[in-house]
């Protein structure tokens, strides 16, 4: 006789054997998967992995490399928005990741917080010196996306100010605003102090610090040289004579298994990517939110190399 | 809404990504936690300290407990299996109890009769005691898979790619849409996740599709013993 | 393990007493967001889960908008406010959030107290001649407070577990160190915070758990210790904590910590 209890466990096993399908068919098809330890040899020699931080305008950087590359026959796999250094580094270091967009201050700080360079040129040399020997810097661009002291054109204005001295001149203790880790870097408030004797408090204003900026929460921000508001807003970066800050330029961080077949590619990637060009690239992303994809190829049409 | 539109393929992509983490969390979650439970209900005096290590296990913050598995365990914070194994355990925290109280409402006198019947261990557990304990086990399974969903968003902060992306990378452009769109679709996968198990649960258990009582004579007294 | 001493060595360390991120002034922002968030949550849910308790009617619709209130990522919902609302308006934003989480418990805690009384005990007292107020007011309400608590604690642990995201727009709080932390590879900290949070869970917890116990009415404790036959131990014992149920689900921790 079919019981109810036989066709209830006829239809927990159909359900069994479905779910189990649909997990397998999902689990191996998936388009985001990331490779675990293979050590780039999963991908075969001719493909190059690109990964990039999880940073719109650091994901629009390696999508250049990426097409550039595709463009010269190369094979090339997406690993893109991963977040911090502690998450990509490694990867990096073993090979599972081939190329990457970096910035040279920031990335001899996190190998070297001890350096004591900051012009573009001596921060690249330090930088090749403190990688590891798995990893080679090719050359840098012009481009830069650093920390930066900023303010309102109105607050420079009404208070006089072109360069981070000048801070301390004001009435009135100013707040800084920026992200979390600001507050501990060299370059932060306690750095400005030491420096120019600057006294500034602080606030962990993180993605909100444009914001915060413009609505006259904070009086000084930390936003990143490369960021599309230097042209769609009315701030100013303060200069900064004593060199507090590092430079940060865009540089390519390549496996040096894989950097003399890329170099020539990428190398002419960054001799184009000029000062202002990230600012623009910025401007497309976040005004005309076009995506990543359609940002490269323009700019890559646009400057003769695909 | 013009970015939804331009950006669907990458909101389905996601999804997908999404679903699968979520999924092997809760199918994982209920199938360690059933021995887990059991023997929590079993044994009174563990089920204090399973109680508590649980009730621990969840107050653990999701964003903490992401970092530190894979410097306990030793895999990449971007590997999914990091976020998978870090919803399990939150799965489990829920579970465990929900199978533990689950297999307390079965009335001890069934018990008894099953076994006066001869119903060895292993099978009364799983002809009596379990499917009279599934409706509860259910409920909190369904609370289960929701929670799962909405928590596995917190990937994208240690480098997971799933709908978490949609929020961090939409702050960062100041996309509304695109934070609305990623909110929108965990709403919409957690809730339709829900109605699945609710409708498994109905064909997979006819006896809780039984006339409801009104509610004058609703469950009698559980907190009130009115006269002996 | 090495990494537990580490972090315990930053927590009890002085600078800890120190500056705008010191200890004790974190402690006070994420009780502050924790028990605002927890009150205005209670006063929108726990009338309208009495309200369904008593009249039996609008639980569907309270599930079902309870089941939609759990499926919102608090992460996502926090940025999306924040977006919305401006970065003025950064507090309220996180609040709204943090009581759209604490709403389904304290709601299902409401009612279920209410729909596991029996009706003959209603009966009786509307029999001795209490009017409705009477009835609710004297009879319902005690009588459901043990599950209303249950509710209580079930939404207090999760918002204090979800408050640790409220440092990530700037609001301090215990999440600060986790917040701060991570990017600065500091893990002593990020362990050394992640340890706060759940300590204050804890105490959050067995807090609510002995009012729990203290909320079983004087005359029900009597009447359970008196009928100690294992079946009715193992009924009052089962009627003191967050009872077997389909509710005890919904009043169990429902979305787990920070999305």
């Known amino acids: ?191 400005a102090k030491e420096l120019y004797g600057v006294d500034l408090a602080f606030s962990a204003t993180g993605d909100t610090t444009l914001e915060s900026l413009l609505a006259g929460e904070i009086q000084v921000a930390d936003i990143y040289s490369a960021d599309p508001a230097f042209e769609t807003e009315d701030i100013v970066a303060l200069e900064d004579p004593e060199n507090l800050i590092l430079a940060s330029n865009v540089v390519p961080i390549a496996s040096s298994d894989v950097a003399d077949e890329i170099a020539d590619v990428i ?39 695909l | ?34 021995p887990l439970g059991w023997v929590a209900w079993r044994y009174r005096l563990v089920r204090g300290p399973v109680v508590i290590l649980t009730g621990l296990l969840y107050t653990i913050p999701s964003l903490a407990l992401l970092i530190l598995l894979p410097a306990l365990i030793g895999i990449s914070t971007r590997d999914p299996a990091n976020l998978i194994i870090g919803l399990t355990i939150y799965a489990i925290a829920i579970l465990v109890r929900a199978v533990a109280d689950g297999l307390d409402s079965v009335d001890p006198a069934i018990r008894q009769s099953a076994t006066a019947m001869g119903y060895g261990g292993l099978r009364r557990f799983w002809t009596v005691d379990f499917p009279l304990a599934a409706p509860v086990v259910l409920a909190g399974l369904r609370v289960t898979a929701v929670s799962t969903i909405s928590l596995a968003t917190v990937g994208i902060l240690v480098g997971v790619e799933n709908l978490g992306y949609l929020f961090t990378n939409g702050l960062q452009r100041r996309i509304i849409a695109e934070v609305f769109a990623g909110v929108l679709a965990v709403v919409v996968i957690a809730l339709l996740i829900d109605l699945l198990l ?15 009582t009104p509610n004058a004579a609703r469950r009698p007294a559980r907190i009130v013993r009115a006269a002996a | 393990m090495n990494l537990f001493a580490e972090a315990l060595a930053w927590l009890f360390s002085p600078e800890r007493l120190e500056g705008q991120y010191a200890l004790p002034v974190l402690l006070g922002q994420h009780l502050f967001y924790t028990v605002v968030s927890v009150v205005i949550a209670a006063v929108i849910a726990v009338p309208a889960g009495w309200l369904i308790g008593h009249t039996g009617r609008g639980r569907e619709v309270a599930v079902a908008i309870s089941g939609a209130a759990r499926a919102v990522p608090s992460f996502g919902l926090m940025v999306l406010l924040v977006l919305l609302l401006g970065v003025l308006r950064v507090p309220q934003a996180a609040t709204i959030t943090f009581v759209l989480l604490a709403i389904p418990s304290l709601l299902a805690g409401a009612y ?124 009052a014992a089962s009627a003191e904590s967050p009872s077997a149920s389909e509710d005890s689900a919904a009043t169990a921790p429902s979305s787990a910590s920070p999305t």
């Not at chain 3, 209580?152 to 932390?181: C, E, F, K, M, S």
């Open chain 3, 112 to 235: 279920t107290g209410l729909e596991a009384i029996d009706r003959r005990v209603i009966d009786a007292a509307r029999a001795t001649g209490m009017t409705e107020w009477q009835i609710f007011w004297k009879v319902e309400v005690p009588l459901g407070l043990p599950l209303l608590v249950g509710g209580l604690r079930a939404a207090t642990l999760q918002v204090i577990a979800t408050v640790t995201i409220a440092a990530y727009v700037n609001l301090g709080g215990l999440g600060w160190p986790i917040i701060q932390g991570i990017p600065l590879r500091r893990f002593d900290q990020v362990l050394g915070g992640a340890i706060l949070v759940a300590v204050l869970a804890l105490i959050a917890d067995m807090l609510l758990a002995l009012a729990q116990r203290a909320a079983v009415p004087a005359g029900i404790r009597v009447a359970s210790r008196g009928s100690r036959t294992p079946r009715a131990a193992r009924r």
């Open chain 1, 1 to 191: 006789m079919f019981t109810a209890r036989k066709s209830r466990l006829a239809l927990i096993g159909g359900i069994g054997l479905a779910a189990s399908l649909v997990l397998a068919g999902c689990a191996s098809s998936n388009p985001l998967d990331t490779p675990t330890e293979d050590g780039g040899e999963s991908a075969g020699s001719d493909t190059i992995v690109i990964g990039s931080q999880a940073y719109y305008s650091n994901e629009i950087i390696a999508e250049i490399y990426a097409q550039a590359l595709e463009n010269a026959d190369f094979t090339v796999e997406r690993e893109f928005n991963i977040g911090q250094r502690d998450a990509y580094i490694p990867d990096l270091e073993s090979g599972a990741i081939d190329l990457f967009p970096e910035y040279t201050g920031n990335l001899l700080e996190f190998y070297d917080d001890s350096a004591d360079v900051t012009s573009p040129e001596d921060v690249y040399t330090a930088l090749q010196d403190a990688l590891p020997d798995g990893l080679t810097a090719l050359d840098y661009a012009e481009a830069s996306d650093q920390d930066t002291y900023t303010v309102t054109k109105e607050f420079a204005a009404a208070n006089k100010l072109t360069s981070i001295a000048d801070l301390a001149s004001l009435s009135e203790k100013a707040t800084i605003g920026g992200a979390p880790e600001f507050e501990q870097r060299p370059y932060g408030p306690a750095g």
């Open chain 2, 1 to 34: 809404m013009n970015w939804i539109a331009d950006n669907f393929g990458l909101i389905l992509e996601l999804t997908l990504a999404h679903l699968w983490q979520s999924a092997i969390p809760i199918v994982l979650g209920f199938v360690l936690s059933l």
């Open chain 2, 198 to 212: 609710l409708l498994a649960g109905r064909a997979l258990m006819p006896w809780t599709r039984a006339v409801k």
């Open chain 1, 267 to 305: 190398n002419a990637v960054s001799a184009a990517l000029g000062a202002d060009d990230l600012v623009a690239l910025g401007v497309q992303s976040t005004v005309d939110e076009k995506s990543p994809e359609e940002i490269a190829t323009q700019w890559l049409t646009d400057n003769d190399l």
